[in-house]
Nanobody, 123 residues
Framework: VQLQACGGGLVQSGGSLRLSCAASGPTLYDYDMGWFRQGPGKEREAVSSISGNDGTTYYAESVKGRFTISRDYARNMLFLQMNNLKPDDTAVYYC?????????????????WGQGTLVTVSS
């Protein structure tokens, strides 16, 4: 599976962005997928994930109520709608995919990664 993320950019605090992740190769139907981010001077952290078989979604506490993860099986794509962005959301965002991760919010459980897209939120 090859993943390519896009949609990042510069936005003011309170603004919105929609990240997309396109997959090539096998269908993503069987894969669990997630969005992770790494801010300046910070470790990579989970943002949100979605189960492949039943669509169950998970969110980090810091983004609950503001971000929405979704996937389009027909187009083999993953999305992250980000609303009410804050300066602390500034980071490089990565999409990832995995078969049967034990923990969908654990980055070490994912073995396919996109190249990352930069989101910068100005105050």
């Amino acid at each position: 599976v090859q993943l390519q993320a896009c949609g990042g950019g510069l936005v003011q605090s309170g603004g919105s962005l929609r990240l997309s992740c396109a997959a090539s190769g096998p269908t993503l139907y069987d894969y669990d997928m997630g969005w992770f981010r790494q801010g300046p001077g910070k470790e990579r952290e989970a943002v949100s994930s979605i189960s492949g078989n039943d669509g169950t979604t998970y969110y980090a506490e810091s983004v609950k109520g503001r971000f929405t993860i979704s996937r389009d099986y027909a187009r083999n794509m993953l999305f992250l709608q980000m609303n009410n962005l804050k300066p602390d959301d500034t980071a490089v965002y990565y999409c990832a995919a995995s078969l049967f991760p034990k923990d969908l919010m654990e980055s070490t459980e994912y073995d396919h990664w996109g190249q990352g897209t930069l989101v910068t939120v100005s105050s």
